[in-house]
């Protein structure tokens, strides 16, 4: 079974500076998909960035980009020049499709950027 | 391009009750699963439908059974609630690994 481990609950910046966010997780499968999903106040599960884990390309999406190590199964998400709005609940999440139709998401880290 | 919808928002309902959640699916999507995600954690799968059959499930009761109709909107439906079914329930509509997530219903227990 997958699992997925976030170790941070919890971190802060400042406004305009830059953060990382941890995750690893555990499979056997070898092609699979990585997430960040973010968590407003609002609830909405919203999607940060993807990575397949067949690409070696790190994805990068405006101020967010990825650092994935395959063979260390980690997926760290780095936020640059942090705005008050990234302030809520991140997702890891782990997806490989085939018999396994679901997203396996870690416990999240709460990230509050101060101004 | 529509997204998801949940409702109702929020409700609470008595232990031993039954509810019924409802969630549209996003446009060009024929896949819904659900999430329940109890304060402080991760969202947990609950199930997932394709085409009106369940194809995936969680580790959840029986109690806990959902539809999938026609247009590819669906229904959770929990049976004989606990307290500690209460939680932000959560739709996601999908196509291959592309999700959007609805706002959630949040059902509180008492």
């Known amino acids: 079974a997958q699992t997925v481990t976030q170790s941070q609950p919890e971190m802060s910046v400042q406004e305009a500076e830059t953060v990382t966010l941890s995750c690893t997780y555990d499979?056997?499968?070898?092609?699979?998909?990585l997430f960040w999903y973010k968590q407003p106040p609002s609830r909405q599960m919203i999607l940060v960035i993807r990575q397949e884990a067949y690409k070696q390309q790190n994805a990068t999406e405006n101020r967010f980009s990825v650092n994935f190590q395959k063979a260390a199964k980690s997926f760290s998400l780095k936020i640059s020049d942090s705005q008050l709005g990234d302030t809520a609940m991140y997702f890891c999440?782990?997806?490989?499709?085939?018999?396994?139709?679901?997203?396996?998401f870690g416990k999240g880290t709460l990230l509050t950027v101060n101004p | 391009e529509t997204g998801v919808t949940q409702s109702p928002t929020h409700l609470i309902k008595t232990r031993g009750q039954q509810v019924t959640l409802r969630c549209s699916s996003q446009?060009?999507?024929?896949?819904v699963s659900w999430y329940q995600q109890a304060l402080g954690q991760g969202p947990q799968f609950i199930f997932q439908?394709?085409?009106?059959?369940?194809?995936g499930r969680g580790n959840f009761p029986p109690r806990f059974s959902g539809l999938q109709f026609p247009n590819y909107s669906s229904e959770l439906n929990v049976n004989a609630l606990e307290l500690d079914d209460s939680a932000l329930y959560l739709c996601?509509?999908?196509f291959g690994y592309g999700y959007t997530f609805g706002s959630g219903t949040r059902l509180t227990v008492v």
């Open positions: 439908y394709y085409r009106e059959e369940e194809n």
């Open positions: 996601a509509s999908s």
């Open positions: 446009s060009g999507h024929n896949t």
């Open positions: 999440a782990f997806y490989s499709g085939g018999s396994n139709y679901k997203l396996t």
């Open positions: 499979t056997s499968e070898n092609n699979y998909y």
